[in-house]
C-alpha cells in the first residue's frame, strides 16, 4: 500500500476559510484512502490542539517526517500559496518523492 501525504493550505485570512481548506484536505484524504492507499492528512493535526499544548514547530516536525517516508505529495488546489507546502514540497525533493496535482494523476503513477 503506498503511503500519501496530502498537502494544501491550510490557513486563511479567516476561520470560515480554514475550515473550508480542513474540509478540502479531509475529503481528498477519504477519496485516496477510498482509492487504496494509505494516506497522512496534516488537516486532521487541529484535534491535537484541542488537548494539547504543542507547538508550531511541534506540529511541523512530525509532519515533516511524514513527507520525507511517504511514496508521493497529492497536491491540493491553491497549494502555491502555502508557504508550509513548499517547504513540504522541499523536503519530498531531498528525499526523491513526487508530487502529483490531481488524484488521477496520482493514480496514473502509482496504481493503488
Not at 7 to 30: C, E, F, K, M, Q
Not at 45 to 52: K, P, T
Not at 91 to 96: M, N
Request: with cysteine; net charge negative; aromatic share 10%.
Amino acid at each position: 500500500m503506498k503511503r500519501i501525504y496530502v498537502a494544501g493550505p491550510y490557513n486563511a485570512a479567516n476561520v470560515i476559510d480554514v475550515l473550508s481548506n480542513v474540509r478540502v484536505g479531509i475529503d481528498t484524504s477519504i477519496k485516496a484512502i477510498e482509492a487504496g492507499f494509505s494516506v497522512f492528512c496534516p488537516f486532521l493535526d487541529f484535534h491535537y490542539g484541542l488537548i494539547s499544548s504543542l507547538s508550531i514547530d511541534q506540529y511541523r516536525a512530525n509532519s515533516m517526517a511524514w513527507v520525507a517516508v511517504s511514496d508521493a505529495i497529492l497536491l491540493l488546489p491553491g497549494w502555491q500559496r502555502s508557504e508550509g507546502v513548499r517547504e513540504e514540497l522541499r523536503v519530498a525533493s531531498i528525499h526523491g518523492i513526487p508530487s502529483y496535482e490531481s488524484l488521477d494523476e496520482l493514480q496514473n503513477a502509482l496504481g493503488s
